[in-house]
């Protein structure tokens, strides 16, 4: 039989989706699992999206439409981006996807070629670098450093600028850092972005995802911005509608209309339903989200006071998002209670499972082999149990005789 394409190659599985099934499957045999792995808000979908829906349904709304999604779709969601982004789209400017990571998906496939350089600051979530290799390009990592509390710099940017640079991803929220960047960074970012002449993919799935005053900006807003950025976000996160695979990108519009056309001879527009449900999310009361976000920011610090008081581990508390990226990394060379030696991410967080129950994603995944990330989007019953565990774990780690 003749070989698979070669780009399959450039994918592996996602971990953080490898590890959720892992949890599940063990937990459907029978065993004790606290999942704090999973990006995944455990609030149920609003009631008023959850109607829509279902009024759709009733209506018959469920036959075809245009590839890039319904009109009224396109329409509320270029109302969104004006009342909440201050920025003007045409709905033709709108792509409806079938979730965020659609998203990324079409708009890194729009701009990158075979041997383009895309700048990515690490720690990242790991679809970006894996698409931009599936596209035939080459991801370039800029480190944020611990030093630096894990925030890019733009002379990072500058300096890894070459011919072949075409376009920078940022996540602002970030996964896995909770970083939010400031609008004085992001136009920093923006002056070298402009000067050389590259495409922004800015991700702000968590943009409703904050803990501090200062609100979201999108790099999107800011001059000569718009022309070169490609909007992703979707109703996963902030309206727990996981699910319901429903995102959109925002772009310039020739952009726009060519990522239309594939998505046509691809997976054409998402579920109907899914749509009736966002313009709901999106014209409907905000409460649910505002409480889930005051919920998420309990939960933080309730796991970061235990975690402060365990040995050898660093962390910076998140400004948003719905994660702790967890420095463990003096604890390799180690063995575990039960005898296993722990030399990386990965070892650490399979000898937590296997000892503890407890499922957590390893660094490596996001770029970072000495972190492991905990999401704080489980209930409170299961983060008081899951993190003693961890603290038990810590402390019955022993520097290896061998």
Same mark, same amino acid.
């Given at each position: &039989?003749?070989?698979?394409?070669?780009?399959?190659?450039?994918?592996?599985?996602?971990?953080?989706?490898?590890?959720?099934?892992?949890?599940?499957?063990?937990?459907?045999?029978?065993?004790?699992?606290?999942n704090l792995g999973v990006?995944?808000?455990?609030?149920?979908?609003?009631?008023?999206?959850?109607?829509?829906?279902?009024?759709?349904?009733?209506?018959?709304?469920?036959?075809?439409?245009?590839?890039?999604?319904?009109?009224?779709?396109?329409?509320?969601?270029?109302?969104?981006?004006?009342r909440e982004n201050k920025?003007?789209?045409?709905?033709?400017?709108?792509?409806?996807?079938?979730?965020?990571?659609?998203?990324?998906?079409?708009?890194?496939?729009?701009?990158?070629?075979?041997?383009?350089?895309?700048?990515?600051?690490?720690?990242?979530?790991?679809?970006?670098?894996?698409?931009?290799?599936?596209?035939?390009?080459?991801?370039?990592?800029?480190?944020?450093?611990?030093?630096?509390?894990?925030?890019?710099?733009?002379?990072?940017?500058?300096?890894?600028?070459?011919?072949?640079?075409?376009?920078?991803?940022?996540?602002?929220?970030?996964?896995?850092?909770?970083?939010?960047?400031?609008?004085?960074?992001?136009?920093?970012?923006?002056?070298?972005?402009?000067?050389?002449?590259?495409?922004?993919?800015?991700?702000?799935?968590?943009?409703?995802?904050?803990?501090?005053?200062?609100?979201?900006?999108?790099?999107?807003?800011?001059?000569? &911005?718009?022309?070169?950025?490609?909007?992703?976000?979707?109703?996963?996160?902030?309206?727990? &509608?996981?699910?319901?695979?429903?995102?959109?990108?925002?772009?310039?519009?020739?952009?726009?209309?060519?990522?239309?056309?594939?998505?046509?001879?691809?997976?054409?527009?998402?579920?109907?339903?899914?749509?009736?449900?966002?313009?709901?999310?999106?014209?409907?009361?905000?409460?649910?989200?505002?409480?889930?976000?005051?919920?998420?920011?309990?939960?933080m610090h309730r796991m970061?006071?235990? @975690?402060?008081?365990?040995?050898?581990?660093? @962390?910076?508390?998140?400004?948003?998002?719905?994660?702790? @990226?967890?420095?463990?990394?003096?604890?390799?060379?180690?063995?575990?209670?039960?005898?296993?030696?722990?030399?990386?991410?990965?070892?650490?967080?399979?000898?937590?499972?296997?000892?503890?129950?407890?499922?957590?994603?390893?660094?490596?995944?996001?770029?970072?082999?000495?972190?492991?990330?905990?999401?704080?989007?489980?209930?409170?019953?299961?983060?008081?149990?899951?993190?003693?565990?961890?603290?038990?774990?810590?402390?019955?780690?022993?520097?290896?005789?061998?």
């Amino acid at each position: &039989m003749k070989p698979f394409a070669k780009r399959m190659d450039e994918i592996q599985f996602s971990m953080t989706v490898e590890i959720d099934s892992l949890a599940k499957r063990l937990s459907t045999d029978g065993r004790s699992i606290w999942n704090l792995g999973v990006g995944e808000p455990n609030f149920d979908t609003p009631v008023h999206v959850k109607e829509a829906a279902i009024r759709s349904i009733n209506k018959g709304l469920t036959r075809y439409t245009t590839p890039s999604g319904m009109q009224t779709f396109k329409e509320t969601v270029s109302e969104k981006l004006k009342r909440e982004n201050k920025l003007i789209y045409e709905p033709e400017q709108i792509i409806a996807t079938s979730g965020a990571k659609h998203a990324v998906s079409n708009a890194i496939a729009a701009i990158v070629d075979t041997d383009d350089e895309v700048l990515i600051p690490t720690p990242y979530w790991g679809t970006y670098q894996a698409l931009v290799k599936y596209c035939g390009g080459k991801p370039v990592f800029l480190e944020c450093s611990k030093e630096n509390k894990l925030r890019l710099k733009a002379e990072q940017i500058s300096k890894a600028i070459t011919p072949k640079t075409k376009a920078i991803i940022l996540n602002s929220p970030c996964n896995p850092t909770g970083v939010v960047y400031s609008k004085e960074e992001l136009e920093s970012f923006a002056k070298v972005i402009v000067e050389n002449d590259l495409y922004c993919i800015s991700d702000e799935i968590y943009e409703h995802l904050i803990y501090t005053k200062e609100p979201s900006t999108s790099i999107a807003a800011l001059p000569n &911005m718009q022309e070169r950025t490609i909007i992703v976000n979707g109703f996963s996160k902030a309206y727990c &509608m996981t699910g319901w695979r429903i995102g959109y990108l925002a772009a310039p519009k020739e952009l726009a209309k060519g990522i239309a056309k594939v998505q046509g001879q691809t997976t054409h527009h998402p579920s109907n339903i899914s749509q009736y449900g966002a313009i709901a999310a999106l014209n409907g009361p905000f409460d649910s989200v505002i409480a889930m976000r005051q919920e998420f920011y309990e939960r933080m610090h309730r796991m970061s006071e235990v @975690f402060e008081s365990i040995p050898g581990i660093s @962390f910076l508390k998140p400004d948003g998002a719905f994660y702790l @990226f967890v420095d463990v990394g003096s604890h390799y060379g180690k063995k575990t209670e039960a005898g296993t030696l722990v030399s990386n991410s990965i070892d650490f967080c399979k000898a937590l499972l296997d000892e503890q129950g407890l499922v957590i994603v390893p660094g490596i995944s996001f770029g970072d082999d000495s972190c492991v990330r905990f999401s704080f989007t489980a209930a409170l019953p299961t983060i008081s149990v899951a993190v003693p565990k961890f603290k038990e774990f810590i402390e019955g780690m022993k520097v290896s005789a061998s």
